[in-house]
């Protein structure tokens, strides 16, 4: 597939988009889905020449292209308009240069919009791009958003209901570039392609579900942003609950979108409603301090640039979800995630339950890990015979990890979700209702976090998070199984 299409990306000086959003469509090239018949305009204040604009593109391409005269010829593609997101006059001149570039490269009036910009101007510009018929019903229009959307239920809602003025719910494309990974579409493989799998997922055989985002560094030069955020609203209502959704849907119908979506809104609807009293005990929220990891020293978050003094914004948000439904009921899905962790790391570990003991001795569960990044891949853990003359059981492990030739070569986040737009196929983006149910729990959670309900845990950094996180899993009889941190400990390099 070659498309046609016109790109339009507000907030095209941004750090995303040189960072992501211009390499991921340079791969889409180099792959030959897009060729002649695509244009892109980007649009910021600042006022570039298409000359200076075509530079920082190959500049963002790296080491990318085969040469330097493929890499002018992605970049001949683009286009700048320096533009003022409240100027109708802009948005005018973005039109003619929309119907230009259009006949030019024969779009066939195919629009794609990304706004790389701060949501409070998310509306603002949806309703200029209806009012000066930007977008004008020819051709498919399709709208791409970054997270966050919105900080709460209420402001969600608005924003979707000023979008929803311009565009259908199936125009509109809310990213959560985590659903772009490679390990995390992996997971519908793992659960629906091995009968091995597919009939022992659910509380009869599933003991817990752990789910964790680990970061090792701070809040770098997000602090402004961050301290506004916190990692509730910045990882969990998003990429955490996402995840879950995708390990406690039922099978669909089929793979296709509508089916798929339907399953994993089905999740979030379910979704228990903790009592107050239920989501002060279930979740946590914690702080780095100042601390020592491998001899090299990082600042408490308080000390950290663009932060406000005394702030009480988490930097580490773990708990546990429970889905009600027929599959889950009643089984646990822990969840952490933070800042200054020990290493970076996503994955997801099930716990199956003890199998019945037949010969008088300890066995291990049966764990499944998949491994979403750095690495990709999964292991199993199964129970063996120790090799000897007398019967004793001894853990053995599966494992699959992508070689650096597949990784090189698999789709980066963004590209697959650019590609996924181009086909029209929203699966891998979050449906306004997922965002709805998401936000109706994480409001309640939230609140009770602002008010000090829950006191707010102090963790030193390089650990794996506030001694509460632990205690939390141990009130339910389970533990942590990926605990970077020990190995740490034991050669004195964590104290």
Same mark, same amino acid.
Do not use: C
């Given at each position: &597939?070659?498309?046609?299409? =016109?790109?339009?990306?507000?907030?095209?000086?941004?750090?995303?988009?040189?960072?992501?959003?211009?390499?991921?469509? *340079?791969?889409?090239?180099?792959?030959?889905?897009?060729?002649?018949?695509?244009?892109?305009?980007?649009?910021?204040?600042?006022?570039?020449?298409?000359?200076?604009?075509?530079?920082?593109?190959?500049? /963002?391409?790296?080491?990318?292209?085969?040469?330097?005269?493929?890499? @002018?010829?992605?970049?001949? @593609?683009?286009?700048?308009?320096?533009?003022?997101?409240?100027?109708?006059?802009?948005?005018?001149?973005?039109?003619?240069?929309?119907?230009?570039?259009?006949?030019?490269?024969?779009?066939?009036?195919?629009?794609?919009?990304?706004? /790389? &910009?701060?949501?409070?101007?998310?509306?603002?510009?949806?309703?200029?791009?209806?009012?000066?018929?930007?977008?004008?019903?020819?051709?498919?229009?399709?709208?791409?958003?970054?997270?966050?959307?919105?900080?709460?239920?209420?402001?969600?809602?608005?924003?979707?209901?000023?979008?929803?003025?311009?565009?259908?719910?199936?125009?509109?494309?809310?990213?959560?570039?985590?659903?772009?990974?490679? &390990?995390?579409?992996?997971?519908?493989?793992?659960?629906?392609?091995?009968?091995?799998?597919? @009939?022992?997922?659910?509380?009869?055989?599933?003991?817990?579900?752990?789910?964790? *985002?680990?970061?090792?560094?701070?809040?770098?030069?997000?602090?402004?942003?961050?301290?506004?955020?916190?990692?509730?609203?910045?990882?969990?209502?998003?990429?955490?609950?996402?995840?879950?959704?995708?390990?406690?849907?039922?099978?669909?119908?089929?793979?296709?979108?509508?089916?798929?979506?339907?399953?994993?809104?089905?999740?979030?609807?379910?979704?228990?409603?903790?009592?107050?009293?239920?989501?002060?005990?279930?979740?946590?929220?914690?702080?780095?301090?100042?601390?020592?990891?491998?001899?090299?020293?990082?600042?408490?978050?308080?000390?950290?640039?663009?932060?406000?003094?005394?702030?009480?914004?988490?930097?580490?948000?773990?708990?546990?979800?429970?889905?009600?439904?027929?599959?889950?009921?009643?089984?646990?899905?822990?969840?952490?995630?933070?800042?200054?962790?020990?290493?970076?790391?996503?994955?997801?570990?099930?716990?199956?339950?003890?199998?019945?003991?037949?010969?008088?001795?300890? /066995?291990?569960?049966?764990?499944?890990?998949?491994?979403?990044?750095?690495?990709?891949?999964?292991?199993?853990?199964?129970?063996?015979?120790?090799?000897?003359?007398?019967?004793?059981?001894?853990?053995?492990? =599966?494992?699959?990890? @992508?070689?650096?030739?597949?990784?090189?070569?698999?789709?980066?986040?963004?590209?697959? =979700? *650019?590609?996924?737009?181009?086909?029209?196929?929203?699966?891998?983006?979050?449906?306004?209702?997922?965002?709805?149910?998401?936000?109706?729990?994480?409001?309640?959670?939230?609140?009770?976090?602002?008010?000090?309900?829950?006191?707010?845990?102090?963790?030193?950094?390089?650990? &794996?998070?506030?001694?509460?996180?632990?205690?939390?899993?141990?009130?339910?009889?389970?533990?942590?199984?990926?605990?970077?941190?020990?190995?740490?400990?034991?050669?004195? =390099?964590?104290?």
């Amino acid at each position: &597939m070659t498309a046609h299409v =016109l790109f339009t990306i507000f907030g095209a000086s941004g750090d995303l988009a040189k960072r992501k959003l211009y390499p991921s469509l *340079f791969r889409l090239y180099k792959a030959g889905h897009l060729g002649e018949h695509f244009a892109v305009i980007g649009t910021a204040r600042r006022p570039w020449t298409k000359e200076f604009f075509e530079q920082i593109v190959i500049e /963002s391409l790296g080491d990318l292209p085969d040469n330097s005269r493929q890499a @002018h010829a992605f970049a001949s @593609h683009f286009y700048y308009q320096s533009h003022d997101v409240n100027d109708t006059e802009h948005y005018v001149a973005l039109r003619n240069l929309q119907k230009e570039l259009g006949q030019q490269y024969d779009t066939q009036n195919n629009k794609v919009f990304f706004l /790389s &910009m701060a949501p409070e101007f998310f509306g603002t510009i949806a309703r200029h791009l209806k009012s000066e018929q930007i977008v004008d019903g020819q051709g498919f229009e399709r709208l791409i958003i970054e997270k966050p959307f919105g900080t709460s239920l209420e402001t969600a809602t608005q924003l979707n209901n000023e979008l929803s003025e311009t565009f259908e719910e199936n125009q509109i494309y809310r990213i959560d570039h985590y659903l772009g990974k490679e &390990m995390v579409q992996n997971i519908f493989a793992v659960r629906f392609a091995n009968i091995i799998f597919e @009939h022992i997922w659910n509380r009869d055989y599933i003991e817990s579900v752990q789910i964790s *985002f680990a970061e090792s560094i701070g809040v770098e030069d997000r602090g402004g942003y961050y301290d506004h955020s916190g990692a509730l609203k910045d990882m969990v209502q998003n990429h955490v609950l996402q995840v879950l959704s995708l390990l406690a849907m039922d099978k669909p119908a089929s793979f296709s979108e509508q089916d798929v979506r339907a399953e994993k809104i089905k999740v979030f609807q379910s979704l228990k409603q903790q009592t107050d009293q239920e989501i002060k005990q279930n979740f946590i929220r914690g702080q780095y301090t100042a601390g020592s990891i491998d001899g090299k020293d990082y600042p408490a978050y308080l000390d950290e640039a663009n932060i406000q003094e005394n702030s009480q914004t988490e930097t580490y948000a773990g708990g546990v979800f429970f889905v009600d439904t027929d599959r889950f009921r009643d089984i646990p899905f822990f969840f952490r995630t933070g800042k200054r962790l020990t290493e970076k790391g996503t994955r997801v570990t099930i716990i199956f339950k003890q199998a019945e003991d037949i010969f008088g001795q300890h /066995s291990e569960r049966n764990v499944l890990t998949i491994y979403i990044q750095p690495t990709e891949g999964f292991s199993l853990s199964i129970n063996g015979k120790e090799v000897g003359s007398h019967f004793a059981l001894t853990p053995a492990k =599966l494992d699959f990890r @992508h070689n650096a030739t597949a990784l090189g070569n698999s789709p980066e986040a963004y590209e697959k =979700l *650019f590609f996924d737009v181009l086909k029209g196929d929203s699966t891998n983006f979050s449906h306004w209702e997922e965002v709805k149910a998401s936000w109706t729990l994480i409001d309640r959670i939230v609140a009770l976090w602002q008010d000090n309900q829950v006191p707010l845990h102090l963790y030193p950094a390089g650990t &794996m998070g506030p001694q509460a996180a632990f205690d939390l899993l141990e009130s339910y009889g389970s533990q942590w199984i990926w605990t970077p941190d020990v190995w740490y400990r034991e050669r004195g =390099l964590l104290k």
